[in-house]
């Protein structure tokens, strides 16, 4: 008969400690969402500037200019 109970207590302490662990996820969850919201309403998230991508343009052209300009000198041998 003392293992029914005992088998009976677990149970409930099984379902309380994951009903606790559960509720402290909820308001977890619940948090840390209210902490972006503030976060983004006074700290707003600025949009980087679009730089120019001419000189990365024309350091990759000169670069593959050079490529080829090796690899005809070098064939010519």
């Not at 005992?6 to 977890?28: A, D, W």
């Not at 969402?33 to 600025?46: R, S, T």
Request: proline residues 3%; charged residues 25%; hydrophobic residues 55%.
């Amino acid at each position: 008969m003392e293992d029914v109970n005992l088998i009976g207590e677990s149970i409930k302490f099984m379902v309380l400690g994951m009903s606790v662990v559960f509720l402290f996820l909820l308001i977890l969850v619940q948090v840390v969402k209210l902490q972006a919201a503030i976060i983004g309403k006074f700290f707003p998230e600025v949009e980087p500037e679009i730089k120019s991508t001419t000189s990365v343009d024309n350091d990759e052209a000169q670069r593959t200019a050079a490529i080829i300009a090796a690899v005809t000198e070098f064939r010519k041998k």
